[in-house]
């Protein structure tokens, strides 16, 4: 019997003002459906590194990964990934960093409270029940 593959995946939780940034999802069959921002792991690459990489070549945006909050596998029909949520801040260039990302239609930002979680991928649903979000919030308070 064959083992099922497991991709290794860094999922930014950028916050900004207590929201966070969340990303449309294009293609495949989980198309149209919200995410936390991010990619594949490159092989011997840190989460926190997948993070700020993909940010930049996927929004166009320079951010600061600093921890990684939450790791989780989730099984989906084809694939098992193992996602690592990494609490992100933008860089020093963060006003057009906001820009870019308010004009952008396929991200938009929320409170954890007001989420679309009927409308998230399954396995970022599952995170952002888990995430410590009143933790990740006063985290970014005192960094502002």
Aim: aromatic share 8%; glycine share 4%.
């Amino acid at each position: 019997m064959q083992s099922r593959k497991t991709i290794e995946v860094a999922a930014a939780v950028l916050i900004h003002d207590n929201r966070v940034l969340l990303a449309k999802r294009r293609g495949g069959h989980l198309d149209n459906l919200w995410e936390f921002p991010g990619g594949k792991l490159e092989v011997g690459e840190s989460a926190e590194h997948a993070a700020k990489r993909e940010l930049h070549e996927e929004l166009d945006i320079s951010i600061v990964a600093e921890k990684t909050m939450l790791v989780l596998e989730h099984a989906y029909p084809d694939i098992t990934v193992r996602l690592h949520f990494v609490k992100c801040r933008f860089s020093d260039t963060f006003e057009e960093c906001l820009q870019k990302t308010i004009k952008n239609p396929e991200v938009g930002w929320y409170t954890p409270h007001d989420f679309p979680l009927e409308e998230f991928c399954p396995a970022d649903r599952i995170a952002a029940i888990n995430l410590p979000w009143p933790q990740i919030i006063q985290i970014e308070e005192r960094n502002d």
